[in-house]
């Protein structure tokens, strides 16, 4: 059974500094990707960060860059996601998820979630 575990969300300030950790079980990741998207009420699903298993290559969204860290444990098959300078904004259900690779290495098709871990950040 194919598992994604998430953990790390919380209600924080903003300004504050949060990790976020996804272990995944029951698969292996070879030429996939691994990484967080978040979704939020009134909002369109945003694709955080990923990172490529194999080549080891990082993308973040436009409003990660700087802020954010995506880094793995190869051991654990595990992501995590360091969030600092949270915002607003940032507040949304964080999602772990694997996902395919196209023909251009890029992620594609999402074939794994977690069930998801709440960030809340007030002003």
């Known amino acids: 059974q194919v598992q994604l575990i998430e953990s790390g969300g919380g209600l924080v300030q903003a300004g504050d500094s949060l990790r976020l950790s996804c272990e995944l079980s029951?698969?292996?990741?070879?030429?996939?990707?691994m990484g967080w998207l978040r979704e939020a009420p009134g909002r369109e699903r945003e694709f955080v960060a990923m990172?490529?298993?194999?080549?080891?290559?990082?993308y973040y969204e436009e409003f990660a860059k700087g802020r954010f860290t995506i880094s793995r444990d190869d051991a654990k098959n595990a992501v995590f996601l360091q969030m600092n300078n949270l915002k607003f904004e940032d507040s949304a259900a964080y999602y772990c998820?694997?996902?395919?690779?196209?023909?251009?290495?890029?992620?594609?098709?999402?074939?794994?979630w977690g069930k998801g871990t709440l960030v809340i950040v007030s002003s």
């Open positions: 998820v694997v996902m395919s690779l196209n023909e251009d290495n890029k992620p594609h098709d999402i074939e794994e």
């Open positions: 029951g698969r292996a990741l070879d030429n996939h990707a």
């Open positions: 990172f490529l298993w194999r080549s080891g290559i990082r």
